[in-house]
């Protein structure tokens, strides 16, 4: 973590101003203030130095802009390099600006670009009236250009979904930000630097790595096509990618898994970005030629039947219910040193077309209430997610969703597993055992961690889709 002394030089929003504000300034700079402490995540010089190599900086009289700038990392990193690589004395004014919609952070980044220029030789006064200028206090999503006007565009701009932006700033940002780039804040970004660049530009950014991945995200990585050509994408690491800005509370590291991309401004070019994921790293081809899992077992989710209680119910419970409606469930939470313990619990098995027994009626009339909004659907006595259909009468297993590997357990005949665990079934023992293998082999484990989406302390998100897509090194093709 770095934190340079403020130059008093550097210009802020006088304070005399605040004690004027109208309400609805006063609720756009708390609006703004809580969008900062959500976002304000920095990059260290290593990172940022790398990025601009790779981004060619410096090149001649190219323009560089930091569309979210922060304190002004990249900024400085940039100038700095500039001014070594021109003679004493350079006016770097028309080629590097940034723009920051929090003022504090204006100010630091401000600081920052000051204390470069005066270290190549600029007077403080000088430093401080040239920083001024050089980075703008104001929005780019709602105040930025739409037109090319950089040729290079480098930054850590912000990753936030957009139902957690502040109410108010996710309003302004609908009316000027496309349907395809709503998503997150880091989509709305990257959409408008698309516009910006000039032809033949780059884009050089730190990023979370879900644009990349996710399905919701395809429409924008193909609008995204339409401008840009994918040059470079590699995986950072969280503990050497960031540092703490001075509001951001110590030991909480970032959520994000963050990538290294450069796109370059090349419409038409075979790399061309598409709706296709992306994987950073991967050799598609070490997997080619073995049979997908989906090839020849059912994979399934496992049905959620709402707040346990209702349609899932403990033993004691379950003493007092009719047995024919009863069946073994089992979760994650039942699995032990990588076996399946003794069921406690049991899932009540209803029909669409058929009213229960009046003991069911009683017992899911008592509890109802008590289910989750999102559970509460259809006919009183069918669970939110039905599994009358579903045939329990093989050896099937169980995957849990989220795991560092994607290792099966056995779950035995009648055993329903539940809460979107999820399930294998195949078309016979001897298949399951193959099945089971596979998936305890380390390829299937390097290919999770090749191809799923990653969640926090080295956990993956494993998904039906995935598990279908995965290669069975143990079964002949």
Sequence with gaps: MTGD????????????????????????????DELHARTAIYTTSPVVDDLLK?????DADSRLVDPSCGDGMFLARALDTLLAARPAGFDPRGQ???WEIHPAACVDARSRIAAILASHGWSPARAATLANGMVHNRDFLTEGPTTPQWDIVAGNPPYLRAANVPDLLRNEYRRHVPDCARGDMLHSFLERCSRTVRPAGRIGLVTADRWLVNEG?????????RRLSLAHVERLSVETTFYRPKNRRAGSPPRVHPVSVVLVSDAGAEQNLTGQPIHPGVDESRYEGMRLLGDFAEVRIAPWLGTEG?????AATARGLPPEYLVPAVDTDDIRNGKLGTPTRWAIR???GEEPCPEIMTHLASRMHLM??????????????????????????????IAKTPRAVRVPPGVLPINHNLSIVAGGAATLDQVEEALASPIAAEWARDYARRL??????LTTTLLKRMPMANVPA
Excluded at 217 to 225: D, F, H, I, K, N
Excluded at 310 to 314: A, L, P, T
Excluded at 377 to 393: A, I, N, V
Excluded at 456 to 461: A, D, H, K
């Design 350 to 352: 209803t029909h669409p």
């Design 54 to 58: 790779r981004l060619g900086w410096p």
């Design 310 to 314: 209702i349609f899932v119910v403990d």
């Design 96 to 98: 590097i600006e940034g």
């Design 372 to 401: 989750a909004k999102r559970g509460r659907r259809g006919k009183q006595w069918m669970p939110p997610e039905s599994f009358h259909g579903l045939d329990l009468s093989r050896e099937s297993l169980i995957v849990p969703r």
């Design 5 to 32: 002394t403020l130059n008093p030089t550097v210009c802020a929003q006088p304070q005399s101003l605040l004690l004027f504000d109208d309400a609805e300034t006063t609720a756009r700079r708390a609006a703004i």
């Design 456 to 461: 926090e302390n080295s956990y993956l998100s």
């Design 217 to 225: 995200a395809s429409r924008l990585r193909e609008q995204l096509g």
